[in-house]
């Protein structure tokens, strides 16, 4: 088996590839539904999008199941310092995740308008909240996110709901809108033809266009203004866990450090400013499942530029720098990685195989024409 600093790299990248898979696979579901009421003006239009995801949004929630398990599993002290810090916010996003199944399921089984509108409503909060929420919890976690531990390793969180709403953090949840509604654009370009489809490539131009602008204010103003943290201390990476045995300093710029350290990581950020433009000119062009893979590397891109801006960090402490939590000291044992391991080499090829073959089976447009023809069927 692994060294257990290996194992601690690996479940870093495991989690990041979790993250990317949920934001690529639930994440058009999610752009989708933030679309829905302005793609479609129909009745016909909406059912139209919606069948777009009907036949796999619950599948894809596996991604976001699986997620909050691993780090549940692989980073015990995260997941608990994170849940009880990001309460209301986590509560807030399974609140507006709620509509999606009852909406999905119940939209259509009445026709009157007023029914099917509040539904419509209804998705699009499952669709904009949660990516809203989990970018401006990624901003507080750029920023430091205020909570210590004590000497028994309890940890208390003193900031409040509101806190969480600051200035940079609310841009980081305008990146993360953006990028799931330009990727559900994308999606919908590939599913959907004539009205629907012409509209959907506008959103994707115009999210295309707020996703690099975002993207890139939210770089300067970490660059210039949010200081990073720095582990001043030696550390063993093959050392039991234990928060409080290390010296943090902040410093400013120091998010950007690894990239001067490593610089073949600047291709991360790179493949945002590249593949966000490729993918709005592939679908001026009809290229749209070109389209859609060169949206998923810029996911990977953004994604992957915020998570090695932070690393070894996993969550940083802004009132207490020693307790915050790193990729050496947040995680759980190495008898417990390992069988993550190698659970995870079985089970997650398995997922990916049957997610594509159920992706190719049921893949086409969805017309006008078929939502008349399966009116009783279709969502």
């Not at 003193?158 to 305008?174: I, K, V």
């Not at 012409?198 to 300067?220: E, H, N, P």
Request: with cysteine; charged share 10%.
């Amino acid at each position: 088996m692994f060294e257990y600093a290996v194992l601690k790299i690996i479940w870093w990248l495991l989690v990041g590839v979790l993250l990317v898979g949920f934001a690529i696979m639930d994440g058009h579901d999610m752009g989708v539904g933030t679309l829905l009421p302005f793609v479609g003006k129909t009745d016909d239009e909406r059912r139209v999008v919606i069948n777009t995801v009907g036949p796999h949004w619950d599948g894809n929630q596996v991604w976001f199941i699986t997620g909050g398990g691993a780090i549940f599993a692989a980073w015990p002290l995260v997941y608990a310092t994170a849940f009880s810090g990001f309460y209301w916010a986590m509560l807030a996003v399974l609140w507006a995740l709620f509509f999606r199944p009852v909406g999905f399921d119940y939209r259509s089984k009445i026709d009157n308008p007023t029914w099917r509108k509040t539904w419509d409503w209804g998705l699009f909060v499952g669709g904009a909240v949660p990516p809203l929420i989990f970018g401006v919890a990624f901003g507080n976690l750029l920023q430091g996110v205020p909570f210590h531990f004590d000497n028994n390793l309890a940890s208390y969180y003193t900031g409040s709901f509101w806190g969480l709403l600051n200035p940079f953090a609310l841009l980081c949840g305008l990146v993360s809108t953006a990028m799931i509604t330009f990727h559900g654009g994308v999606y919908l370009s590939l599913r959907t033809e004539g009205t629907v489809g012409f509209r959907s490539q506008r959103a994707v131009y115009l999210f295309g266009t707020l996703l690099i602008l975002t993207f890139t204010l939210a770089g300067i103003w970490l660059w210039q203004a949010i200081p990073g943290y720095v582990i001043d201390s030696s550390i063993n990476p093959n050392a039991l866990p234990n928060p409080l045995g290390k010296s943090v300093i902040r410093e400013t710029g120091a998010w950007l450090s690894n990239y001067q350290r490593y610089p073949a990581t600047m291709l991360l950020p790179l493949t945002v400013y590249v593949m966000v433009p490729f993918a709005m000119l592939l679908v001026s062009r009809g290229k749209n499942l070109a389209a859609f893979v060169a949206s998923s590397l810029a996911i990977v891109g953004i994604i992957g530029t915020a998570g090695f801006s932070m690393f070894p960090f996993v969550m940083p402490s802004s009132t207490d720098f020693g307790s915050s939590l790193t990729v050496w000291d947040s995680v759980s044992s190495q008898l417990t990685l390992g069988i993550m391991l190698v659970a995870t080499l079985i089970f997650m090829p398995i997922i990916i195989i049957y997610t594509s073959w159920a992706y190719k089976v049921m893949a086409g447009k969805v017309t006008l024409a078929y939502i008349k023809e399966n009116d009783h069927s279709a969502y």
